[in-house]
């Protein structure tokens, strides 16, 4: 369909979102989010489709929530209307997601970024929680995910400041993967994103699966999970074809099944 607010493009096994609201610095209003689940939906419906990045234009990859939008609500819209639930969206998504990072990560988009499963960042990325310097709290995981990545004293940091840090920053901290010079970041995410996808595509969702157990459950709990889901990949036609492929010393040819 047409966006107003989003690029949307499949490039053979790869799906491309591209948040499209330069003059805002791709401020998340409501209408960008939802056309960025209408693009995740279209996405996880289809079967060629292996892997996802989601990147953004201009300057920025997300300045945050719009806060045009926020300045005139108030508690009973908010807490009534459970005001950013859908934004789980993307957490929610099965098929692997690529956070390619190219400018501003502030806010509700560092949160966005972090929602991702892998972030790529090009060299003048900048990430960083704001939300203190206009009186309100991250509210999309902000003060959950980046403390359980970078640890309660840089989150705390990051939070109570609301100071940016620099991609190599983040790097360093773990929230961000890879970084690499501007021109190369989505070429590099492609990249990462075509390696994955040419892999099965029921077992990666099983892999991803199992990593997202580390991050939300115990150990206990995530190592059962772990057990069961390698379990599972037994009852896969893929599993045996890529330990075949292995001793006959060949491709595999993986049929996501
Ligand atoms: C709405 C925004 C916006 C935002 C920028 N803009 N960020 N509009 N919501 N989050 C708009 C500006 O109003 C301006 O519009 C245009 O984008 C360009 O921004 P400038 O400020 O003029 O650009 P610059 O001087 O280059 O500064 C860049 C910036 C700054 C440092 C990133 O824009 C900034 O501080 N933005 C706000 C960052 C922030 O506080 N994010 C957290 C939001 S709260 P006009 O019309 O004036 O040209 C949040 C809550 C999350 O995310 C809770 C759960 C999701």
Known sequence: GSFQFIKYEKNGSIGVITLNREKALNALCDGLMKEVAM???????????????LTGSGKAFA????????????????????FLNHWTRISDCKKPVIAAVNGYALGGGCEMAMMCDIIYAGEKAKFGQPEIAIGTIPGAGGSQRLTRVAGK????????TGEMISAHEAEKMGIVSKVFPTEELLPAALKLAEKIASHSKIVTQMCKEAVNAAY????????????????ATFATRDRKEGMSAFIEKRSPKFTDS
């Open 39 to 53: 693009a995740l939906d279209d996405l996880e419906r289809d079967s060629a489709i292996g892997a996802i990045i």
């Open 216 to 231: 939300e459950t115990t150990l206990r709990e995530g190592l059962h999970i772990e057990r069961r889901l390698f379990h």
């Open 63 to 82: 300045a945050g929530a719009d806060i045009k939008e926020m300045q005139n609500q108030e508690f009973s819209n908010v807490f009534g209307g459970n």
């Open 153 to 160: 004293s840089k989150a705390m940091e990051m939070v109570l």
